[in-house]
């Protein structure tokens, strides 16, 4: 098995998934790769990369004797044979999908395990662990979703409020009307508002070069949502599906409205306390991660064939207020889902409400959503409950089943996982939950449909 495989330079330009490397990124990995060379050195990648599939496959045979210049230490821990398929799965996401590294916990009535893949820092060779802090994207909304069916429970707002009685004047224009909105549609993504990640403008800022330029940049809810405001709305209220940012962006707001204060101190007063997630926190403008944190390698969105890969550890995340802005670790994704899914942080109201789902378009990753959380039909006739974020660096996914008997969460340090190979990132789920061998023909094809590609930010 390739767990906690510890990278050579060969695998390095694995991990780099046929790109073009930055300079920066390329003598950190050990490339020497001037700017006059970068179609030398991308060839050189591209060699490396087939040496390190070849040893990848030798060593997934039990081979010890390694033919090459390829050469492996550190070689990973033998999982319970209950999770070796998913081991397989995390392998594959270095091997195969060509991502730097991945770190997983499962929880099942067996007690809890965890595996890694590849690295935490392609350039010191560090493996991911268990411990590691990351940004866990659009996770976030799971948690502000809760909040805000803890405040239905309360009797502080109904879901059927108009996002007009809350933010009176504030969603109007172009076609959009706040007064047609309700807080179960923002919630459910069934709101038709515009995503803002879509606008052109904003793209210009988080996507690429603007990236490098603005990283550390504050944005205000407000200003935000006057780049959604530019756009007509994506459909009525409640005639159709789609995901979008914008809407838990207008969540977080009324939740400031109905109690106060912010969603952040919310959410920390009802989730993060009682449940004793420590490590779990919203940065505000503080752009660092904590240790231990994995390197966040990113191609920015870039959708090129060799886009660069660039350090985008340390980012500032208020554009993504109340939509992706978190920062955890897969023990504390591990138990708020637990909690969750248990029943102990909603009425049974309330959960069955969260759980009251909406279908999404044919040949996305996931088939249902309800309140902040996504629903995934897997092969073995489950469904299993929870949500993924994709951000700068950093894909995370955290699901489990209803009852919580069963809880995964990962999480990914490279961000360009596309649809050739998206089924690698749900063999993880199928692995876990299923029991089925990754790489086997999946009984669902995933289009990377724009309402929930893991190549854009969400």
Known sequence: MLGRLLLTESHAARAAGGATLSPSIARSWGLRMHSRTVRSGARRVRARLRAYAAMAASLALGVTALAGPAHATGVGHHPPVRHQLTQEALDRLVT?????????LARDQNGTWSGTAGVADLDTGRERVAADHFRAASVTKTFLATVMLQLEAEGALRLDDSVERWLPGVIRGNGNDGRRISVRQLLQQTSGLFNFAEDPELRKLYAGAGFLDHRYDTFAPEDVLKAVLRHRPLFEPGSGWAYSNTNYLVAGMIVDKVTGHSYRD???????????????YFPGTDPSLPAPHPIAYSKLYVQAPHAEVHDAT?????????SADLVSTTGDLKHFLTALLHGDL?????????LQSAHVPEGALFNRYG???????????ITVWGHDGSLHGSLTHVSGTVGSRHVLAFNIN???????????????????????????TSPRKYTGLPASDMTRPH
């Open 266 to 280: 919310e959410i920390e007063r009802r989730i993060l306390r009682p449940l004793r997630l420590g490590e779990t």
């Open 346 to 354: 909603l009425p049974p109201t309330q959960m069955r409400a969260m």
């Open 314 to 322: 340390e980012y500032n995340t208020t554009m993504w207020a109340g």
């Open 414 to 440: 490279g961000d360009w996982l596309t649809q050739q190979t998206a089924q690698n990132y749900q063999d993880v789920m199928e692995a876990e939950f299923c029991g089925r061998k990754p790489g086997t």
């Open 371 to 381: 309140l902040g959380l996504m629903g995934r039909d897997l092969s073995c006739g």
């Open 96 to 104: 195969k999908a060509g991502l730097p590294g991945v770190a997983a």
